[in-house]
């Protein structure tokens, strides 16, 4: 029995101490499973000897149902809130007053995230977790204990051994990849949805059942103290003193000197904010020198020596107006939202996507409805939920349209698709979609020939297809007469057309709008290939060969050249003079060969021999026909290797291959 005492202890120790590797110094050094294995050693023991089980015990997070609402918690040190600065002179204002209050030429800042969650109070006494408490007035919050104790990062004993009662401030955040999960589920059991991982948080903290709480993988960053933990002469240490006492501190606070190297710091996080696994809604900058802070003081909203930098905000609400149908260049038809104009991470936003007919039920969006609406960097706008109200039920549930907004074709669904399409090649929306594309910045780059222009070319028949962008040359009493184009611009739009001419292979595989090629694949595509002819001629094999390129994909490359038209689009651009340039054609010894790999590879790895051959301007492909010029044979080869020979294909060994390499 004291053995197994000992050994439950050991377990705890062992369990916590592997916790915080994980969740606070970004180290851990056993697996999930190793995890679980410590785990239900340990709880085998307790439910055997419930004597043994301790408040602090890891598997005392499962939570229960509460039996009644929140009871009132009284902080030690009141929970205050922070001064915000929109946009850089806000915070240069600040800084100013910091100065100017304390005499000195710069300060010592430390800059961090501001996360975007639920702030709470942990009361730790002797070391051990009493009390959860949320913000409330900032006098008085609610009792949350059981439900934060689900939280795996909020450890339920410090690991520094301390006397006395602290209290640790911090956020609870719901990472994004959980917020959608939360949503998911709550979509496929008809519950109104989250409209952001904030509220996500905040709903999963207030629950009655704990064990709800604990579903959600919620986790605690802390960013401060209250009441107690010592005296310290820095912001700092004190981050130093929560994370050796086990708490999780961001690990993106940086000491920043001066206002130049706030403005820096805010800079650099303009995107890499999007890279968190969890939203944050800007930044904090709080003087570093605790006597500093000390001297400065607080206001009843918050102290002097702090700010919270604030990003424009990318997410608002608003009212849905209308729903209308787009056709893009593929053909895909789909919802947009029609919304009252709101501005959003700093952008007036007038419309959203609604991505697909599928996501618009899921979403159950209705005409008339209060939208949640979100911009985040450069992304499009999007509506991502509805806010629950009382008429909702009332309102009409959309309808898709069965034939097309711009040319009435029928829509046709393909299965295992989610976009619906027009069947119609020719329809007026796709040709000029496919123009506006092959013409766009990161296509053929045709500097002047932007949407407006391509619509009235379009309108007067001057445009009819993306070949006749090179036929415009020969049309320039047509542009004279058009209003607004005055020589100079025609002249210009002709040079750039004329300077489109020679793209590298890549823009161009990109340009042609082949569905599922984007500018990624399309690069990919352009060096596996070097050259256009033995692109457009690649079978589906040596297609699906290439990393990165999957069986779908595969097929609409083909496909697109195997279709007339698209084939003979293709021919009269070539004959126009377009002439795309081969990235790898007059580098490396594999230029113009096929080479296929069959049997065992005792030296490289198949993906290392393929890299190699593309590198030095081949194709790798997977199956032995005409077109392959080499075959390197390993052990075991079988039928690949019998073609080979039976075609007369040079066969050579994988050392032949690595001393061709070598040469
Ligand atoms: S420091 C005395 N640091 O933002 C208050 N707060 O809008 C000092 N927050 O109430 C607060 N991340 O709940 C601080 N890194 C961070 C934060 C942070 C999020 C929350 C906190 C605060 C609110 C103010």
Known sequence: ?????????????????????????????????????????????????????????????????????????????????????????????????????????????????????????????????????????????????????????????????????????????????????????????????????????????????????????????????????????????????????????????????????????IDSWQNRRHALPFEIDGLVFKVDDRSIQRQLGSTSRGPRWAIAY?????????????????????????????????????????????????????????????????????????????LADSSHAAREIPQPPTRCPVCEAHLVRKEGEAAIRCSNRLCPAQVARGIMHFASRGAMDIDGLGEKLILRLLDLGVLRDISDIYRLASRQDELVRLERLGAQSIGKLLAAIEASKEPSLSRFIYSLGIRHVGAATASELARAFGGFDRFRNATYEELVAIPDIGPATAAEIVEFFQDGESAALVDSLLELGVLPRGEKVESGRFVGKTIVFTGKLERLTREEAEERVRSEGGTAASSVGSATSLVVAGPGAGSKLEKAEKLGIEVISEADFLEMLDR
């Open 310 to 386: 604030k990003f424009a905000a990318e997410e608002a609400t608003t009212t849905l107006n209308a729903i209308s149908w787009n056709v893009g260049r593929t053909g895909a038809v789909t919802p947009v939202a029609e919304l009252e104009s709101v501005v959003v991470g700093g952008v007036t936003v007038a419309s959203a996507t609604l991505h697909n007919v599928d996501e618009m039920f899921r979403k159950d969006v209705r005409v008339g409805d209060t939208v949640a609406v979100r911009r985040a960097g450069d992304v499009i706008p999007e509506v991502v939920a509805v």
């Open 1 to 265: 029995m004291a053995d197994l005492s000992t050994r439950a202890e050991e377990l705890r120790r062992q369990l916590d101490h592997h916790s915080y590797l994980y969740f606070v110094l970004d180290a851990p050094e056993i697996s999930d499973k190793e995890w679980d294995k410590l785990f239900a050693e340990l709880r085998e023991i307790e439910e055997k000897h419930p004597e043994l089980i301790t408040p602090e015990s890891p598997t005392q997070r499962v939570g229960s149902v509460a039996s009644e609402k929140f009871a009132p918690h009284r902080h030690l040190a009141p929970m205050l809130s922070l001064d915000n600065a929109f946009g850089e002179e806000e915070f240069l204002a600040f800084d100013e007053r910091v100065r100017r209050a304390t005499g000195l030429d710069a300060i010592e800042y430390v800059g961090e995230p501001k996360f975007d969650g639920l702030s709470i109070s942990l009361t730790y006494t002797d070391g051990k977790l009493v009390a959860a408490a949320t913000r409330g007035d900032g006098e008085t919050g609610e009792n949350v204990t059981a439900n934060v104790r689900t939280i795996r990062s909020v450890p339920l004993r410090l690991r520094t051994g301390l006397v006395g009662t602290v209290e640790v401030r911090g956020e609870i955040v719901l990472e994004r990849h959980e917020f959608e999960r939360a949503n998911r589920e709550r979509a496929e059991s008809g519950m109104p949805l989250f409209a952001n991982p904030r509220n996500a948080a905040a709903g999963s903290v207030r629950q009655l059942d704990s064990r709800v709480t604990a579903s959600r993988n919620l986790s605690f960053w802390s960013w401060g103290l209250g009441e107690g933990g010592g005296d310290f002469a820095k912001q700092s240490e004190m981050y130093d003193w929560l994370r050796n006492a086990g708490l999780p501190v961001s690990a993106d606070v940086e000491a920043l000197r001066g206002s130049g190297a706030v403005l820096k710091f």
